[in-house]
């Protein structure tokens, strides 16, 4: 270092007059020393000596062995040069940085093109990768760490090996995803995610394959899937797996890629192109209908097959089903309109709790709290809890039924009934009542029941929903003896035989005698000519038809006495056969109006959270309201434009609220 000697032995003084120097003097004098060296000396060799030291890197680059310690040596004159006491490193940063920079990007723009054309860009990718992680550990051998200059030569490496060649390689972003080539996509990530945006064109390439693979997976199976909610679930699952697999592979599980996936995924969830549930919707005069994913309703169907006492739920054990129903909340995540969901889990609850066929009552109940945990409204988790509160209230209250019976010794009809007595808020989906004729002895039993429970509860009114009830016949001919499982209606209609078993009655006598609907009547009668399950039916009629809507008021119906029960092509003497099915909850007329129904509670919803809403802020800009809005009712719906306009006009209206005078954008809540 110029001047090293004398400035040691400068500070080697022990003299009073040196010690007693000031800082600032020494300052001074360094300052001129240095300065005097660089316009003296320096100036005139610096460009000759950082070329030598660039040709050596250089000659490094190319493979060629050399003494690293003369380029240090070169830096650290530079550093040790300045005499800015602000800035020690001006003289290295101006010179020796800029030339190492300015070197590396020469070389590269030369080398980097040239390997890209002979070697394709997959090959390339590897080059420039090493090539960053090389030039980043020979920076930190020959540049000032702490300076910052190593990011500076990063940034000018990356620009000129991936930025220069950014659209190249992406080019090849949306077939390596296709044949999930997730090393060479892992590779690529790696290099554009050091590019400011780089990696915004893989984010869109990898939403947009996992959508169309996604549809073009479920268009290719939709024949099994649309029959099968099983299957369907199955598939999404699967989807869901191995797009996931493809994020943690190729992208490293990388929260901005797993957006992408979820989005989607989301996308294929909600699609309507397979199969769709349409919702009615009024646009002025006409109604129309707005599709929707049938998803919903097709995942509650599976949660239904695990909870029910099934093939499916008997072979699986009770790990199997926990997990199953996980993956199934796992694709509810995704659901858009989870209320569509709710609608069906509830009434698939409804039929299991009635007909007491829950393949684990503990996983029912659990499956409420994982609803719960997953976002479910409030509101309709506690229906959920009242529901299972119900069930056991009612088989106490038939246990005290049953002990007061046998006190009046009337405990025949006691034993063979089990009365449900429910909360009509949580269970019922119509208070629509179906007319219809009992047994006698039901009929005779109804007002014990009543006076029963009003000694219980007084003031509480009891109404009989008799299409969601069933029970059990027994038939019993020359062949054998069989339990028939029978819905309320189906044994109104047996019941028209009791006192004369080979009678022919007509369509319109067994309407008299049963006082059911002629839509019912036909629909009941339908299900024991025709039950798919059974190879002799219980009843037959003439003329034959193809289905209800084609028999007149004269079609005749009259009782098997060739009933039995075939199995393996045997006939069975006894034996037990359920004609129930799917337990009816709500008339035909209302089952019409279901869907009409879910649009109903949507509108009434989006009211509640609108009012919800502007009793917090007392004025909110029309922007912010939607934003607000969607965030409120995600966990059930995503409310349409269409649909908040038409209910912000609704209550603006009937003075719920109002626009502001100055600005019609911003709206007032009005106690």
Known sequence: MPFGQLETALQGKTTTAVSKKTQADESVVRKLMLDSWNQSIFSNIKQR????????????????????????????????????????????????????????????????????????????????????????????????????????????????????FKDTILAECAEMIKQNETEKLQLMFKLLDRVPQGIDPMLTVLETHIYQAGIADM???????????EKYVEQLLELFKRFSLLVSQGFRDDPRFLTSRDKAYKKVVNDTSIFKLDLPYKTGASNKTQPESK??????????????????????????VEAKLTDVLLVLKYVQNKDVFMRFHKAHL??????????????????????????????????????????????????????????????????????????????????????????????????????????????????????????????????GKFDLEVTTFQMAVLFCWENRRDDKISLENLRLATELSDGELRKTLWSLVNAPKLKRQVLLYE???????????????????????????????????????????????????????????????????????????????????QTELVDILKNMFLPSKKLIKEQIEWLIEHKYMKRDDDNINLFIYMA
């Open 49 to 164: 000596l950082q070329d030598s030291a660039m040709k050596l890197v250089h000659a490094e680059r190319t493979g060629e062995a050399f003494d690293s310690q003369l380029v240090i040596g070169v830096r650290e004159s530079y550093v040790n040069l300045s005499s800015n006491t602000d800035d020690k490193l001006q003289i290295y940063r101006d010179n020796f940085e800029r030339a190492y920079i300015e070197a590396t990007e020469s070389f590269y723009r030369v080398q980097a093109p040239d390997h890209l054309k002979e070697n394709g860009v997959q090959n390339y990718m590897k080059y420039a990768d090493s090539k960053l992680r090389e030039e980043e550990q020979r920076a930190h051998k020959y540049l000032e760490s702490c300076s910052g200059s190593v990011q500076n030569l990063t940034d000018s490496c990356v620009s000129v090996l991936v930025t220069a």
């Open 219 to 229: 268009v290719a199976s939709a024949e099994v899937i649309t029959a099968d909610s």
């Open 295 to 320: 998803c919903p309703e097709l995942l509650a169907n599976y949660c239904d097959m695990l909870l029910r006492k099934t093939p499916l739920s008997k072979k699986l054990t009770s790990d199997e």
């Open 350 to 479: 409804t039929r299991r709790l009635i007909l007491d066929t829950s393949a684990d009552s503990e996983k029912e109940e659990n499956m409420v709290e994982w609803l719960r945990e997953v976002g479910m409204p409030a509101d309709f988790i506690n229906k959920l809890s009242r529901m299972f509160q119900d069930i056991k209230v009612s088989e106490d209250l038939n246990n005290q039924f049953k002990d007061q019976q046998k006190l009046l010794n009337k405990e025949n009809t006691a034993d063979s009934v089990s009365i449900k007595i429910l909360n009509v808020g949580a269970w019922a989906r119509t208070s629509e009542r179906v007319p219809v004729t009992l047994p006698r002895e039901l009929e005779d039993f109804i007002p014990e029941v009543e006076e029963f429970y009003k000694t219980k509860h007084s003031g509480r009114k009891l109404q009989w929903h008799h299409h969601m009830s069933n029970g059990t016949v027994t038939f019993a001919n020359k062949t």
């Open 543 to 625: 003329p034959s038809s193809s289905k209800p809507a084609e028999w007149d008021e004269n079609t005749l119906f009259w009782i098997n006495q060739e009933f039995a029960l075939v199995k393996n092509g045997k006939v069975q003497r006894r034996g037990r056969i359920n004609l129930i099915g799917r337990l009816q909850l709500s008339t035909e007329k209302s089952r019409e109006e279901e869907n009409q129904g879910i649009l109903q509670l949507r509108i009434l919803r989006t009211q509640e959270a609108i009012i919800k809403i502007l009793k917090m802020r007392k004025r909110i800009s029309n922007a912010q309201l």
